[in-house]
């Protein structure tokens, strides 16, 4: 937690309360008052806080619990875990099962009884089945997502503490700096250069500055300086803020909740909501030609209406939502296992598909913790002086921490007596000017004070007119700006990282800003080496393996990333620089980007500019980053991945946070992303081969047999046994070879599959037809040929679902690939149960079962063989032609395949 610095600037006196509250409003007068804020901003900051009862010391921790009770967490809402009621409410609205709840009641009303309970009764052991899967990983997810709580500085009981933003309440005082995201609507009480980026709520694409003071009434959001808004982020700078409004009633809370706003639709669930259309229109075209044709040939009946929406509903792949759910919650757990949190989980198909990860290379190719290696003069020389003013500059700024810093103040020999100097003025980093600047004075007074100034090394150049040379104060002139400039190139080529020094005599009683950083006298430079990562080589060669490039963007000078880029093997001979993209149109740069893996001195808008262009050129483009100014680019990309040190809004913008800042942690993510997309598809697989070929089967009896193929209590029970061990295939062991190269949806591929398998399907459901008409030939009465029909049908349908899925779960040959242990047994079981059901007094009472002669059994046994037999042999035939798993994306100009 970072203290509040006692020097800084109070631009609003707020009313000095007691932390134990005021003592004359009561809870519920506050309350009516807290409702008639409107147009907060245009009030005087220390009538608001008087409003809400808040002083220069903020809330008391008593009155912020009271009223966190009363107004509720402070979130929007979107976020939250749907409850079990909500997922009941939910499964139930499906069209489908509503149509057979309405045909169950209609035999009720028939006085069908026995079969509108069994039939209700397997509704409702599908419906727990489903709703407990997907609640138990709805839950699981959430402690997941729970671990990465955004937090706020706030004063409470006139200290500074940090607390989750949920906990954030009307009237509370809250600390901001650089890299915050702001966790609630409120006002500026006082700011230092506080610039916001709020773009999510104004579309404006430059910072808003902020300051105290009051915005008219009539001010749109775009133009109320004095105000800052939930979900916008500080950019730098510091301040204070009074919260007024959280949670569903800050402009973001109003946005989301007109809106309801979800995550944007990922390619996968594209090709998944579009597969599932067209095979539902299948599905209905098959069904009203069954129950016209019955109707023209006078066979309609009660029995008729169930087998049609039975039928309907058998061959919906209406678990396909609850293993989609249920397949990303265990992948997000195992990712979690190894270190990696995963925020929005549709983002780890994205990273199974990832071509290329973008990243900056400190803590990821380097160590991640700089040293100082030395602090010399303009002359190279070692300075004792200068390692003093660098301290007093890393000590003193409050905004936002980095790794440069801490090395400064890590160094012993660069510390100063406490007390020695005191500051009086901040000018904070910001990514344009890219220095800071603070201003300090000595213990003893005087007419004047000392401008430090640290930054990037040609920004500090720019706005120097002199140098200390030989303890003397000399002209920077051309010469000496070029020896300066060979200097640096030399330090930058042995990968140090320079920052430059100066100083200047400045006017102690005046607030200072940006223009007051100029005729600077340059001090010297600090030289920092970050060592590269110790086994960082091996991860980059598995990556490499895996079909996804690592491309470096980062805002360091060229020959610094070039040197860790070739010291961790890395290709960086085509480099690119933020000066040479800014002279580039987008297809110059798509030309360019495939094969450029180092782009160096760019500023935040380029990394985003570099991430949408890799993605025009047809890669799925993960971007890891940490920092604010990673934050543009974290959005753009098809996965984003940060780490839970990180800012707020990098945080907060990512969709997988690492516990580590390690790529060994993205390669453990790209493993179960594949995973993950691999199982998704084999229900997918399943469900498509046997749903068609189940289809054309029922429609093809229906209208050729003169009895009913199956009765609806009889699909209904078949449908739910065969979904239990697809439940299972969410932790399905996965063909090691999925890891060798990214895969992506392919609609034309699925199709095929679809058509294949099912066709097969229907051909082996017309011999099985063919075989027990012909096996119950003899049977004199209609009924008991129909019963033996049925039953025979079931066990042979429900055979041949269960061992396609060992079949189509792998690629490789039936025998070469192990299921996990409940598919195994559930299909095992399940094929058991089958086999039983005619013999079981219960099931042929409950599901009109007959037992089955040996012939027959053996029969459908053959059959079921020859079936697996076929169907392995097609699936190689299959893989052949399209690969292993998923056809792989074609590889785009400047990759190779």
Known sequence: MRCWMSGMQEGVALPDRSPTGPAEATPEARADRLESLENFWARPADELADLLGSGKDGLSGDEARRRLLRAGPNDTGTARVPGLATLV???????????????????????????????????????????????????????????????????????ACQLPATEIVPGDVILLSAGNQIPADGVVLDATDLFVDQALLSGETWLAEKHPGVSPAHAPLASRGNCVFMGTSVRSG??????????????????????????PETEFERGLRRFGA??????????????GINILLQRASGDTLLFVVALAVGLSPELLPAILTVTLAHGSKEMARQGVIVKRLNAIENLGSMTVLCTDKTGTLTAGAPRLDAAVDVSARPDEELGRLAFLNASLQTGLANALDQAILASPSQRLAPGTWRKLDEIPYDFQRRRLSVVVAGSEGGESALMITKGAFQNVMDVCASAWQDG???????????????????????????????????????????ADERNLCLRGFLLFFDPPEPGVKPTLASLHRLGVTLKIITGDNLAVARHVAEAVGIDASHALTGEALSAMSDDALWQRAAGCNLFAEVDPNQKERIVRVLQKGGQVVGFLGDGINDAPALHAADVGISVDRAVDVAREAADLVLLKHDLKLVRAGIDEGRHTFANTLKYIFITTSANFGNMISMAVAALALPFLPLLAKQILL????????????????????????????????????????????????????????WLTRNVAAMDDQAALFRTGWFVESLLTQLFILMVIRTYKPIHRSRPAGFVAGAVLAIAGLALALPYL???????????????MVAAILLITAAYIIVSEL????????????????????GESA
């Open 874 to 893: 097609t699936k190689r035939h299959f893989y052949r032609r399209f690969g292993f798993g998923i056809r792989r994306r074609r590889a785009v100009k």
């Open 718 to 773: 078949n449908n739910f046994l065969s979904d239990i061990p697809a439940l299972g295939i969410a932790g399905d062991n996965v063909d090691r070879e999925w890891d060798r190269t990214p895969h992506r949806w392919d609609l034309n591929m699925i199709r095929s599959f679809m058509l294949s398998f099912g066709l097969i399907s229907t051909a082996f459901d017309l011999v099985t037809f063919g075989a027990l008409l």
């Open 278 to 291: 067209m095979l539902m229109r299948f599905m209905f075209l098959i069904v009203l030609v069954v129950l």
């Open 472 to 514: 003397a104060e000399v002209p920077l002139d051309e010469s000496m700006r070029s020896l300066m400039s060979e200097r640096f190139a030399a330090w930058s080529a042995q990968g140090f990282r320079v920052l430059g020094l100066a100083t200047r005599r400045v006017d102690p009683g005046i607030r200072h800003s940006p």
């Open 89 to 159: 409410l939910r499964h139930f609205s499906n069209p489908l099962l509503l149509i057979l709840l309405f045909a169950a009641v209609v035999s009720m009303t028939m006085r069908e009884w026995t079969d509108a309970i069994i039939v209700i009764l397997i509704l409702a052991a599908s419906a727990v089945l489903s709703i407990y899967q997907e609640h138990r990983a709805s839950q699981a997810v959430a402690r997941l997502r729970r671990r990465l709580t955004v937090s706020s500085v706030v004063l409470r009981d006139g200290s």
């Open 238 to 263: 510091t301040g204070r803020m009074l919260a007024v409004n959280t949670g569903r009633h800050t402009e973001f809370g109003l946005i989301e909740g007109q809106l309801e706003r979800q995550e």
């Open 841 to 855: 007094p219960v099931a042929q009472q409950a599901f009109s079962f007959v037992p089955l002669p040996w012939h």
